[in-house]
């Protein structure tokens, strides 16, 4: 099963990026860039996929900026559920795309576009996220899709990971349950 780390300003420090790499490496096998405020994003993206390439992760990717991906040879891009339209384009750069859904008609429109992988939320209840789809909204969307479905969203547990491997899920993202991982 697929454990991707989604990192966040929380879970991943420059100051302590090889020792917080190391630590994601014990329990990932994906690892993707993400900080939203971060002005100095660019600079940050470059030091992350350098450092992070020297760990085993299957894949190494930058949040939302598929042009950035690309330049410092990220392996893909995460793109949100407001960017469909830079899925063709990110895969025309060879990019590994990984796109954020929430609901099936979402999953089956970035099938379509071509993505390589989605990530369906929220599964379990998550601060500021909206009401979960549940497991019953996840089987929904593995059953009407043909690429990898990643589970999202309030995974914090091992039972949470099995639910959502029972499913017949590829695997499971999370912010919170690699940042427990790290104690």
């Known amino acids: 099963m697929i454990a991707y780390a989604i990192t966040d300003p929380a879970t991943l420090h420059f100051n302590t990026l090889v020792s917080d790499l190391e630590r994601f490496s014990n329990n990932a096998s994906m690892i993707v860039y993400r900080d939203k405020e971060n002005l100095q994003y660019a600079e940050c993206s470059r030091r992350f996929v350098y450092e992070a390439k020297g760990y085993d992760f299957e894949k190494v990717l930058l949040h939302s900026d598929y042009l950035l991906a690309k330049a410092l040879e990220a392996d893909g891009v995460h793109l949100t559920s407001k960017q469909f339209s830079n899925i063709k384009k990110a895969k025309m750069l060879g990019l590994f795309v990984v796109v954020s859904t929430h609901s099936v008609i979402e999953a ?10 989605i990530t369906v939320s929220p599964v379990f209840e998550t601060p500021g996220k909206g009401s979960p789809i ?13 690429l990898p479905v990643i589970a999202l969203g309030g995974i914090v547990s ?26």
């Open 158 to 183: 091992k039972d949470h990971i099995n639910m959502c491997e029972d499913t017949g899920a590829k695997g499971f993202a999370s912010i919170r349950y690699f940042a427990s991982t790290l104690l």
């Open 134 to 146: 549940g497991i019953e909204g996840l089987k929904r969307v593995i059953f009407d899709v043909n």
């Open 108 to 117: 089956q429109m970035a099938e379509a576009l071509g993505a390589d992988m």
